[in-house]
Nanobody, 114 residues
Framework: QVQLVESGGGLVQPGGSLRLSCAFS????????MGWYRQAPGKQRELVAT???????NYADSVKGRCTISRDNAKNTVYLQMNSLKPEDTAVYYC????????WGQGTQVSVSS
């Protein structure tokens, strides 16, 4: 059974940075496609970034140039580096893992406010 635990969220001022981490518990992490999604109050969950098992990445237009997704297969962890944060980035950020089945973490809150 796969478990995902996100960390690294918090309150940051506009223009600031955060690095989110998602710790994967289970086997065959390297085979999973991993992703970060977010859900703001009153809005649908949306894609932020994904990284495949061969490190191919994809980003939402709203975060391109400001966010970088990466993975460390030795640590079973995926990261989301977020720079130049904006108030509209405020949301709960969820980690997701896909390999035949899809798994979700519980989320970590990111708040961008002065």
């Amino acid at each position: 059974q796969v478990q995902l635990v996100e960390s690294g969220g918090g309150l940051v001022q506009p223009g600031g940075s955060l690095r989110l981490s998602c710790a994967f518990s289970g086997s065959m992490f390297s085979r999973y496609a991993m992703g970060w999604y977010r859900q703001a109050p009153g809005k649908q969950r949306e894609l932020v970034a994904t990284i495949s098992s061969i490190d191919s990445t994809n980003y939402a237009d709203s975060v391109k140039g400001r966010c970088t997704i990466s993975r460390d297969n030795a640590k079973n962890t995926v990261y989301l580096q977020m720079n130049s944060l904006k108030p509209e980035d405020t949301a709960v950020y969820y980690c997701n893992a896909i390999y035949f089945r899809t798994y979700w973490g519980q989320g970590t809150q990111v708040s961008v406010s002065s």
